[in-house]
């Protein structure tokens, strides 16, 4: 299996940046080809500009997602876009791994989906979930937080994790096709005892050694929609 760790944390030494590490040593040790990019490390840019294109059908205004239909036709991304792409295209596992900031992702890490998952390839028209261009890959989306784990679930402070991640679970990874496993949670990490985050680290990697039997997360079938996405009387309740 071709795994590819998508890494957004700005400090080497940080325990998310552990989890990094843990998940490149078990799946190597599985006898899957890894693959990470270090965003911070690489710098890479998040910010969205016309100069990500080699090429425009626009020159004069800047629509993103046109623009990328219009470099997937032509092969014309910026490099490092193009890079990015490729590294996704070729893998059967993405692993996300950050620190959430703001019940969400690191910035870096939005611009790298608002950048690499583009337009005719991830997505485009009906080719969404089931059908999207990513179909057949699975990912799997380990982040770690300073709250405690019964701040979140139902009833919480705070709510379901999953529904406060459905952005990046659903809106992210399911719309362009992915299988999305059950994500892993490393909860009030900066105030753990060494004891207990090695405790964690370990649970992290028997997550990672059942890869194969963690559950699928949920996500909508077009078999329910029509053409246009409204939901076919058969599937209303």
Not at 26 to 48: K, R, T
Not at 77 to 105: G, H, Q, T
Not at 173 to 179: A, D, S
């Amino acid at each position: 299996m071709k795994v590819l760790i998508v890494h957004a944390h700005p400090e080497p030494a940080s325990f998310c940046s552990a989890m990094c590490t843990a998940a490149v040593e078990e799946l190597q040790a599985a006898g899957h080809e890894v693959v990470v990019s270090d965003l911070y490390a690489q710098q890479f840019d998040p910010v969205a500009r016309g100069s990500d294109f080699l090429s425009r059908q626009d020159p004069d205004y800047l629509s993103y997602a046109l623009e990328q239909r219009h470099a997937t036709a032509n092969n014309s991304y910026a490099p490092d876009i193009a890079a990015e792409i490729e590294k996704v295209r070729s893998c059967d596992l993405l692993i996300l791994n950050f620190p959430m900031f703001w019940y969400s992702v690191p910035a870096i890490l939005k611009g790298w989906f608002d950048r690499v998952f583009v337009s005719g390839v991830f997505y485009g028209g009906r080719r969404i979930y089931g059908k999207g261009g990513m179909a057949g890959k699975r990912a799997l989306v380990a982040f770690t937080l300073g709250g405690r784990e019964h701040m979140f679930g139902a009833g919480s402070l705070h709510g379901d994790m999953k529904g406060i991640l459905k952005p990046v679970l659903q809106g992210t990874l399911g719309y362009v096709g992915m299988t999305v496993l059950e994500p892993f949670a490393a909860y009030h990490v900066p105030y753990l005892p060494d004891a207990e985050r090695a405790a964690l680290l370990e649970r992290y990697r028997e997550h990672l050694r059942r890869i194969d039997e963690l559950p699928a997360l949920a996500m909508p079938d077009l078999i329910h929609f029509d053409d246009t996405f409204r939901p076919l009387p058969s599937s209303r309740h």
